[in-house]
């Protein structure tokens, strides 16, 4: 799997467990959800660490921010940062 699949595995991975609310929104989730998609990610260390940069690439592009809501401000607990009152989330 090329980075950029995994990019956008994990980019579509976070959106869909973000839609089902703050239990689900939280990096711990995604990152296993991600791993049991990807052929030997539960198992390869080296898969996991290739995960492991693209969720954090995902923060450092600005592409997700930490925190939920108020109550749930900062890590595990992810969002999608609204630049534009237009961007689709």
Do not use: C
């Not at 809501?69 to 890590?75: E, L, T, W």
């Amino acid at each position: 799997m090329s980075y950029q699949d995994l990019h956008y595995l994990v980019l579509q991975v976070a959106g869909e467990l973000l839609r089902k609310g703050p239990g689900w929104a939280q990096q711990s989730a995604v990152l296993s959800e991600v791993a049991r998609r990807v052929p030997n990610g539960a198992n390869d260390e080296r898969i996991q660490q290739r995960i492991l940069t693209a969720w954090h690439d995902l923060f450092r592009t600005g592409l997700l921010s930490w925190g939920y809501n108020i109550d749930n401000p900062d890590a595990p607990f992810y969002h999608v940062p609204e630049s534009d009152p237009k961007r689709p989330l």
